[in-house]
């Protein structure tokens, strides 16, 4: 394929590297070679990648036989509009339509598809359902609970601590006790006890046909092990592109090369200056060791104009990653004037940063610059509370990311748990959950509904229950649900529609501001209408759930520009005008609680690294020499004094404009008074003869 070709799929003019990217391997019968594609930030990694997927449709690959595998479903669909509107440009709007990657998603989301396609083969039941991980918390605590660990004379850990170790184990591929020693020193005593909980976690979810998050990578994994298997799936694609590769986990990796092992038809885009997930047992090998993986060993092509940030910013940026011992050589430049150099701020206190901020914001909005077009930045949550309080104090909206989760409200969950239950009745959280909605229902009588329910006859056993006399009333009408729902007497979606005029009741006993969890729920009708059908609803809201709640409409403001306040790692991937990052300081960044290793401090260098190419024009790093830390059990509330970020070493401050503030005001100069003279220093001798 030519590169004229490719060039016609957009008005955007892609330069060398990603014409490089994009053009690797097209036209090769054999299919091309493995690819990485180190992409730096704000180098148009997206662009490329879009335009890679639309020419090999355009030389003729099957978008039926492409995989592509995003850090999530929002990424896919974004790729998915790009690669249509370029294909526009050389196809009919159908046949663009038409032409998209069958298989795009998540590696959760493809995993739960294909297990689904393979389960007779598999031993599993295809009706599986998945838990989320709070519902996965609440299996493990059932688990937790009948093999009477939290009765223990000695405290065991909490079902949430108990799942983040069986996650680390499981997406790491690690040993349960090496994972205790180097996460989880304070539980490592009780190692035994914990094999026998995660044994028992796991019958209990193949009993219930239930699998978790993880099982849906573990399984995905452990099926490609299977050589007949791992043949038919790879035989099925012949281009596997992957997404944001620098935060795959060991699972993911080795799904990746049991896909393509010899590397065919494989391009991975990502950027180990980026790799921030090893919280979620993400690891930065898998890039690192990416081009070795193969013999010959992958092509690799470095994107390293950045279209983002000024020059300036991109050289301190540069400084800082600059001394990470391990990494793939790059250096961001841009054709961008070089403008203002970074400012490095040190001032007094959390209160003194609050002021700061909220200052050079307003002074930045009298200049033309909207709020929305700036945004704090900061290691943890509650870095940011003194700041709040301050832009409430002088009335500056603001956004902060994160908050409630819209499957985390009580009423969402009782809906997707209804729905979960009519799909599965073996699953025995959602069951549980479902049946103490009913009035006069508690722990033991819902035990027996949801026993009755996992018989072989299902609902139908249930519904000849004779439950005690204060549950009696609405039992009828909960059976006859059930029946329905599992029957799929109502065409999907009208079956969620079924489940919403049954809870609705329901809600408006239990909930002073019913009128608006109802209005969640018709939102959830609305999210339903949008898949095929229940199983899929239930997949993709599980692995992928919408992010906030609602709240009743106010009265419309005239004024709607807002600021951003985000952690830096919900802030990955976004870009603002004049970024502000908050307590650049040691024990902030790096966080005290990750500097127990090398592999830890250089993730938080990549953190402060992701944070400053956030920013187009403007950066600024605050430094407060003094900040409180709330409470610590032995002091109570108490003052620390900081220093300045070890990322930012002295030979790295000529990338900065070195301010304190508030500025020092020089005091005006008076002349000595008249009158008597007294020599202090003669005094402070005689003191000593």
């Not at 050589?227 to 799904?255: C, K, M, S, W």
């Not at 990746?256 to 997930?277: E, K, M």
């Not at 001394?323 to 054709?335: G, Q, Y």
């Not at 190419?613 to 108490?638: N, S």
Request: charged share 25%.
């Amino acid at each position: 394929m030519s590169l004229a070709l490719i060039r016609t799929t957009s008005a955007v003019e892609l330069n060398p590297e990603q014409e490089l990217a994009v053009e690797h391997g097209i036209g090769d019968a054999r299919g091309p070679g493995p690819l990485l594609v180190v992409a730096g930030a704000g180098s148009g990694k997206t662009a490329m990648l879009a335009h890679r997927v639309a020419a090999l449709i355009l030389a003729g690959a099957d978008p039926k036989r492409i995989m592509l595998a995003t850090f999530s479903r929002r990424a896919a669909a974004e790729l998915g509009r790009r690669v249509e509107r370029l294909l526009a440009r050389r196809l009919a709007p159908e046949a663009a339509a038409a032409a998209k990657p069958a298989y795009a998603g998540t590696f959760h989301a493809i995993g739960a598809r294909l297990l689904r396609e393979y389960a007779p083969r598999l031993g599993l039941d295809p009706q599986f359902t998945i838990h989320d991980r709070e519902d996965s918390a609440d299996l493990m605590n059932w688990a937790r609970h009948e093999a009477g660990l939290g009765e223990t004379k000695d405290r065991f850990p909490t079902k949430a601590t108990c799942l983040a170790i069986y996650s680390r184990v499981v997406n790491a591929r690690g040993e349960l006790k090496a994972t205790l020693g180097k996460w989880f020193p304070w539980v490592a005593a009780h190692e035994a006890p914990l094999r026998a909980l995660f044994a028992a976690y796991v019958e209990m979810k193949q009993r219930q046909n239930v699998l978790d998050y993880d099982d849906l990578l573990l399984y995905f994994a452990q099926m490609l092990t299977e050589p007949t298997i791992a043949e038919e799936i790879a035989a099925r694609f012949d281009h596997l592109l992957v997404d944001e590769y620098q935060d795959t986990n060991a699972l993911q990796g080795e799904i990746v090369l049991a896909l393509r092992p010899r590397g065919r038809g494989l391009t991975v885009v990502g950027d180990d200056a980026q790799a921030i997930y090893s919280f979620r047992a993400a690891t930065v090998r898998n890039i690192l060791d990416f081009p070795r993986a193969f013999d010959p060993p992958a092509l690799i092509v470095t994107l390293e104009r950045n279209y983002r940030s000024s020059g300036a910013v991109l050289a301190a940026a540069n400084a800082v990653i600059a001394l990470a011992p391990e990494r793939f050589t790059k250096n961001l430049w841009t054709d961008r004037p070089a403008g203002a150099l970074p400012l490095l701020i040190t001032v007094a206190d959390d209160a003194d940063q609050a002021r700061f901020v909220a200052t050079t914001v307003l002074a930045n909005r009298e200049e033309g610059a909207s709020l929305k077009s700036q945004a704090v930045l900061f290691r943890a949550s509650h870095h940011s509370a003194a700041l709040e309080l301050e832009l409430t104090r002088r009335n500056v909206p603001f956004v902060k990311y994160g908050g409630l989760k819209f499957l985390d409200a009580a009423h969402v969950k009782d809906a997707v748990a209804l729905m979960r239950f009519a799909e599965n009745p073996r699953d025995r959280v959602a069951g549980f959950r479902v049946a103490q909605l009913l009035p006069g229902v508690g722990p033991k009588i819902a035990e027996t509904i949801v026993a009755a329910a996992a018989s072989g006859d299902g609902f139908a056993a249930m519904a000849s229950l004779s439950p005690p006399a204060r549950a009696r009333a609405g039992f009828p009408a909960f059976a006859d649900l059930m029946r329905r729902l599992a029957a799929r007497v109502a065409p999907w979606p009208a079956e969620i529609a079924d489940a919403v005029a049954w809870l609705s009741p329901l809600i408006e006993t239990r909930y002073d501001d019913a009128r608006v969890r109802v209005g969640d729920l018709e939102a959830l009708e609305r999210i339903a209408a949008g898949f095929p059908s229940r199983e899929r609803f239930l997949s993709e809201l599980a692995l992928d759930p919408p992010d906030k709640t609602s709240d009743e409409a106010g009265p419309p403001l005239k004024d709607e520009d807002y600021l951003i306040l985000s952690t830096i790692h919900s802030a990955k991937g976004q870009e603002w005008r004049s970024v502000f990052v908050l307590n650049c300081v040691d024990g902030c960044i790096p966080s005290d609680l990750a500097t127990g290793s090398s592999e830890e401090i250089e993730e938080e260098r990549r953190l402060l690294y992701v944070a400053m190419t956030r920013a187009k024009d403007e950066l600024a790093l605050i430094v407060p020499q003094r900040f409180y830390v709330h409470g610590q059990p032995k002091y109570g509330d108490r003052s620390v004094f900081a220093s300045r970020t070890r990322f930012v070493p002295p030979p790295l401050l000529k990338h900065f404009d070195r301010r304190t503030w508030p500025e020092a005001q020089a005091e005006p100069h008076r002349p000595p008074a008249d009158g008597a003279r007294v020599d202090l220093k003669a005094r402070m001798r005689a003191m000593w003869r």
